[in-house]
């Protein structure tokens, strides 16, 4: 059920996310995507906001999820996976997009291989998070939630 005054937020996961759980789970860890979502829908309860959860692994599909999310949601936690590093038509649809939003990495990028500390999104992304597992996910939404609080 959609509350009117509670803050619609995106939680948006790019290619390979929906394998969580069994992808290198020495890299990526054993939850899965059902679990990210489980942990957002909590979170999203007690910092009463609205979150609905997509994965694509189809940039077209995460694309046109974002420019649906255009005056419909009010913010946006993005783990774009591998297409942070390469997709410039995912930054152009974020930026088209007008949403605030949080970059989650699971991982640390930046202790792993060199073109994975390239992202095409973080210097406009309100903040970054990477390395905290899945609870990133869960911070994102608390940092999304302050922003969003301050603007209202
Ligand atoms: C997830 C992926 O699928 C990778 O392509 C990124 C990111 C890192 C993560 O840590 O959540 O490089």
């Given at each position: 059920m ?6 619609r ?7 390979n ?8 789970p ?5 939850h899965t995507?059902?679990?990210v979502?489980?942990l ?7 910092l ?6 997509f994965?694509?692994n ?6 046109d999820t ?6 419909t949601?009010a913010?946006?936690?993005l783990?774009?996976?591998g ?17 605030p939003f949080?970059e989650?990495h699971?991982?640390n ?6 073109f ?5 999104l973080?210097d ?6 990477a390395?905290?597992?899945?609870r990133?996910?869960a ?7 302050d922003?969003?609080g301050q603007?209202?």
């Amino acid at each position: 059920m959609i509350d009117a005054d509670r803050l619609r937020v995106l939680v948006l996961n790019g290619p390979n996310l929906n394998m969580l759980g069994t992808r290198e789970p020495a890299i990526y860890g054993t939850h899965t995507l059902r679990d990210v979502e489980e942990l957002v829908a909590t979170k999203g309860r007690e910092l009463g906001l609205d979150v609905t959860c997509f994965q694509s692994n189809s940039e077209g599909e995460l694309i046109d999820t974002l420019h649906a999310a255009r005056g419909t949601h009010a913010g946006l936690v993005l783990n774009a996976a591998g297409l942070t590093h390469t997709s410039v038509v995912l930054r152009d649809a974020v930026a088209a997009s007008e949403l605030p939003f949080v970059e989650v990495h699971i991982t640390n990028v930046h202790k792993r291989e060199p073109f994975r500390h390239t992202s095409l999104l973080s210097d406009v992304a309100h903040a970054v998070i990477a390395g905290a597992g899945i609870r990133g996910y869960a911070f994102g939404l608390e940092v999304l939630s302050d922003l969003l609080g301050q603007r209202r």
